[in-house]
């Protein structure tokens, strides 16, 4: 599970534009991944947003006012103090004016002193967001390339409706595309999300994960060892590049990567209707659950009591969740499978490809150390339909997840408006 949030201290600029009613969204997802928030506005952004909504989702005081701040003796060093304990500041939305504050060292107020006082090595993120041809002012695109110049990380608004009601550049991206922003800083890269990791934004990706449960009696049940943890990584990351992600998962004791949507399932059974729900919206189908090929043909309803010295159960065999979606998937749905073999992989893992009508299928080798059930490492080997198949190296199933989405984004369509 990434926890690169967790803990980590983010000051949150936020300039005066309409876009600024999303930053509480902003902050939750920032609270709820671990990492702490201070909220720092410039004046005229309480016209947009409530400082008291934005505190009380950050649990502190939003700072607006130098001299509020600075009323205190203990606070009179209050700016300097926030530029040392950040691990980064974000503003978003920027407006032209802050754009210009900080693109020219100004120091007005709290957002544009702190912004100075940053340690210098300290990941900054900038989100320009206004309206009409604002964007494209010789002006401001004067001061953005100075940002870039400075070493802050620009990220362009997106086309769409504008507040004015003309349509351009300039909106704010959605909060989930700029926490990943926000992850993809921290963890060290300052480059943009490349063309790949764009086209998952807004996109609805469903990802079945860890062991089913298939009822023998009221205390017993059929399973396997499967941990969850690939599913899990996969939703995490997949939700990190802006999807809206729904996770179905069997019982396990991992926690919901933060903006996830989880739905609990215990059998077989239960994991085809909960994904039959999801079908018709999904973007893109991965099967990362270890289903229970059978189930026992009846469920008792009171304890199996032991007689006999042989006992044996019969079973029945249960739906295929996934084979289930390839049957039924539109052309621009996307059906990704996994299959865990132990001998000939690559030809087996091609035909259940086929099979299941999949466009790529990520094979596990039950064989080779490091990979497979409840391990937090996996080598996998990416086949898709026209045959290819390319074995990566040992690596984090948190990679492993990453390495699996940069493939699949070339089966989803171009990047959602
Ligand atoms: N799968 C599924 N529903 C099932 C069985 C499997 O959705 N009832 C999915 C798994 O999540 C995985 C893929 O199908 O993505 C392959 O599963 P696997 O168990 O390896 O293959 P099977 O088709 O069940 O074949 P076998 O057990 O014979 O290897």
Known sequence: ??????????????????????????????????????????????QFVTPDT??????????????????????????????EWADMFLVAPATANTLAKLAHGFGDDMLSIVY????????????PAMDGEMFTAASVQRNIEQ?????????????GDLASGLVGVGRLPEPETIFAH?????????????????????????????????????????????SGKMGFALAEAAAQLGATVTLITGKTPLATPPTVARINIESAEEMLRAA????????????????????????????LKKSDSEFSLRLIKNPDILAAFGAQKKPHQVAIGFALETHNGIENAKEKLLKKNLDMIV????????????????I??????????????????????????????????????
Request: with cysteine; hydrophobic share 45%; glycine share 6%.
């Open 1 to 46: 599970m990434s926890d690169i949030m967790l803990g980590k201290k983010i000051l949150l600029g936020v300039s005066g534009g309409i876009a600024a009613y999303k930053m509480p969204l902003l902050v939750r997802l920032f609270v709820k991944a671990g990492a702490e928030v201070q909220v720092i506005m410039t004046a005229r952004t309480k």
């Open 54 to 83: 934005l505190a009380v989702l950050s649990k502190r005081p939003v700072l607006t006012d130098v001299f509020g701040a600075f009323a205190q003796p203990s606070h009179w060093a209050e700016h300097i103090r926030l530029g």
């Open 116 to 127: 100075l006082a940053l340690r210098p090595n300290k990941p900054r993120l900038v989100f």
């Open 147 to 159: 940002l870039v110049q400075d070493g802050c990380t620009v990220i362009p608004p997106e086309h």
């Open 182 to 226: 926000a992850v993809k800083a921290l963890a060290g890269s300052t480059d943009a999300l490349d063309e790949d990791e764009q086209k998952y934004r807004g996109k609805h990706i469903v990802v079945t994960a860890g062991a089913t449960r298939e009822k023998i009696d009221p205390v017993r049940f059929i399973s396997n060892y499967s």
């Open 276 to 303: 039959e729900s999801e079908f018709a919206r999904a973007d893109m189908f991965i099967a990362a659950a270890a289903v229970a090929d059978y189930r026992p043909v009846e469920v008792q309803s009171e304890k």
């Open 363 to 378: 094979l596990n080798s039950a064989n080779e150390a490091g990979a497979g059930f409840d391990v937090e490492t996996n």
């Open 380 to 417: 996998i080997t990416i086949i898709t339909r026209d045959g290819f198949a390319e074995k990566f190296p040992l690596m984090h199933k948190r990679n492993a997840a990453k390495t699996i989405l940069k493939k699949a984004a070339a089966f989803l369509s171009a990047i959602a408006s």
